[in-house]
C-alpha cells in the first residue's frame, strides 16, 4: 500500500469516471482517506459529490467506465453494494432513508444479532446516543430530523465499520443539532474510524476535517488541509461561494 502523510492509505480513488447513461458526471476524480482521519468532499449542488459516493458504494448509477476505487489495497469497482459493506465500508446516504414500520432497535439489529457482543453493540450505540434509548420504540416515522440523523449513522455504524461514507449528515438540522453531530463526527475519528464527508455546510466541514477537496463540475479542482483552506479566502469564493 501507498504512504502519504504518514499514514497507510485505506481508500484510494483514482482517475474515476462515471456517467448516467451518455452524461459523464464524474471526470478523472482522484482522491484518498486515510485510517482515522476526515475528508470533506465540498462543492455547490450538481457539483458531483453524491456521483461520488454511490461510485465508491457500487450502486446501479452512475456507472463505473473508468479508474480504480482501492480499499486497503483491494479493488471495489465491480462489487455489489452489499460485498463493498461486507469489506467495513458504510453509507449514512443523504435523507437518511429509514423505514417508517421499523423502530429505533428494529433498525439497528437488521444487520447484526441484538446478541452479539463483538464491535458496536446496541449497548454502546445508546453509550453514544442516548436520546436513541429514550426512543428505542418509536418508528422511523416518529422521529425528530436530529433523532433521524442519529439512528442513520447508528444503523451504519451496526456493521462495524472502517470506513463511513457521509452524504449530507447536517441537512435540515438546527444549529445546535449540527454541534451535537460534529461532536459525534470527531469521536467516531478517535475511535479510528476514517470519515469520507459530503457537506453543504461549509464552516460544519472545516469544523471536523483534516483535508478537503473541492469539486466542480464533475472535477476535483483543489485539495487542501483545513487550516490552508480556512487561510485561502480566494478559494473559498471562487469554488463555494462565501461571503
Known amino acids: 500500500m501507498s504512504i502519504w ?3 497507510v492509505n485505506r481508500l484510494m480513488v483514482e482517475d474515476v469516471h462515471s456517467y448516467y447513461g451518455d452524461a459523464h458526471v464524474l471526470d478523472g476524480v482522484s482522491l484518498h482517506v486515510n485510517q482515522g482521519e476526515i ?5 455547490r449542488n450538481g457539483m458531483g459529490k453524491t456521483s461520488l459516493i454511490s461510485s465508491i458504494m457500487g450502486l446501479a448509477e452512475p456507472q463505473v467506465k473508468q479508474g480504480s476505487i ?3 489495497g483491494q479493488e471495489l469497482r465491480g462489487l455489489q453494494p452489499h460485498e463493498i459493506a461486507r469489506r467495513k465500508i458504510a453509507l449514512v ?14 433498525h439497528l439489529t437488521m444487520l447484526k444479532s441484538r446478541d452479539s457482543k463483538k464491535g458496536w453493540t446496541i449497548e454502546r450505540i445508546f453509550e453514544l446516543f442516548p436520546r436513541l434509548e429514550e426512543r428505542k420504540h418509536h418508528g422511523g416515522n416518529q422521529l425528530s ?3 433521524r440523523q442519529m439512528l442513520a449513522i447508528a444503523r451504519a455504524l451496526m456493521i462495524d465499520p472502517e470506513l463511513i461514507l457521509m452524504d449530507e449528515p447536517s441537512e435540515g438540522l438546527a444549529p445546535v443539532m449540527v454541534q451535537h453531530l460534529e461532536s459525534i463526527i470527531i469521536e467516531l475519528k478517535a475511535a479510528g474510524l476514517g470519515i469520507l464527508l459530503v457537506e453543504q455546510n461549509l464552516y460544519s466541514a472545516l469544523e471536523v476535517c483534516d483535508r478537503a477537496y473541492v469539486m466542480e463540475i464533475g472535477k ?4 487542501a488541509s483545513t487550516q490552508e483552506l480556512k487561510a485561502d479566502q480566494s478559494a473559498l469564493m471562487d469554488y463555494l461561494v462565501v461571503s
Request: cysteine-free.
Open 5 to 7: 502523510g504518514g499514514h
Open 39 to 43: 475528508v470533506a468532499l465540498l462543492g
Open 70 to 72: 482501492m480499499w486497503q
Open 93 to 106: 446516504p443523504q435523507g437518511r432513508r429509514l423505514f417508517p414500520s421499523l423502530n429505533v432497535t428494529e
Open 145 to 147: 430530523g436530529g433523532e
Open 220 to 223: 476535483i479542482v483543489f485539495e
